[in-house]
């Protein structure tokens, strides 16, 4: 059974930065994708970041510049740095894993950037 572990939300002001921490665990092997999707209240989710096994990165256009995604494959983790958040980040974060032949999700964890 994999599981997948997010950590490192909570309340931050316009300005500041959080890190996230999603960490998989379990019988999961030669992880391809990792991810981190958003979804705010009456809104649909979001892709905000991926990196690939090899290290190659993509950002939504809302956070590029801002937010920084990294992973150890050697833990089977994946962060995200985000700095100078705004109001407009607040969402629920989820990771997402994605093997050959499977994809995980987290439960989320919620960000809210309010002063």
């Known amino acids: 059974q994999v599981q997948l572990v997010e950590s490192g939300g909570g309340l931050v002001q316009p300005g500041g930065s959080l890190r996230l921490s999603c960490a998989a665990s379990g019988s999961i092997f030669n992880i391809n994708t990792m991810a981190w999707y958003r979804q705010a209240p009456g809104k649909q989710r979001e892709l905000v970041a991926y990196i690939t096994s090899g290290g190659s990165t993509n950002y939504a256009d809302s956070v590029k510049g801002r937010y920084t995604i990294s992973r150890d494959n050697a833990k089977n983790t994946v962060d995200l740095q985000m700095n100078s958040m705004k109001p407009e980040d607040t969402a629920v974060y989820f990771c997402?894993?994605?093997?050959?032949?499977?994809?995980?999700w987290g439960q989320g964890t919620q960000v809210t950037v309010s002063s």
């Open positions: 997402k894993v994605a093997t050959m032949t499977a994809s995980y």
